[in-house]
């Protein structure tokens, strides 16, 4: 059974930076996309941004280009989502989902994702 746990998420300063990480276990990590979410209090889920199997191709949320940036590590079996320049609306507790397509349906459909981690919650104070 494929499990994943969050961590990194905490309280920073608007226009700081963090890393969040995504550790994979419970099958190969490198069958599997992994994908970010995220949800504000009283918001619906978005996604963040998608990586592929190998790390060559990526997608990202309007919102947080240029901002954020996606990587895997396989010798770590983990996903991280480096989060820079920070701003109050990126505030919200951030999910890590895998799934096996990266083209065949929406990467940015929270449906289309196998399994998922409990959340790490960010807070960027204004």
């Known amino acids: 059974q494929v499990q994943l746990v969050e961590s990194g998420g905490k309280l920073v300063r608007a226009g700081g930076s963090l890393r969040l990480s995504c550790a994979f276990s419970?099958?190969?990590?490198?069958?599997?996309?992994i994908g970010w979410f995220r949800q504000g209090l009283g918001r619906e889920r978005e996604f963040v941004s998608a990586?592929?199997?190998?790390?060559?191709?990526?997608e990202y949320a309007d919102s947080v280009k240029g901002r954020f940036a996606i990587y895997r590590d396989k010798s770590q079996n983990t996903g991280y989502l480096e989060m820079n320049n920070l701003r109050h609306e990126d505030t919200a507790v951030y999910y890590c989902a895998v799934r096996e397509s990266w083209s065949r349906v929406p990467l940015w459909s929270p449906q289309e994702y196998d399994y998922w981690g409990q959340g790490t919650q960010v807070t960027v104070s204004s």
């Open positions: 990586i592929s199997w190998t790390g060559s191709n990526t």
């Open positions: 419970g099958g190969v990590f490198g069958r599997f996309v």
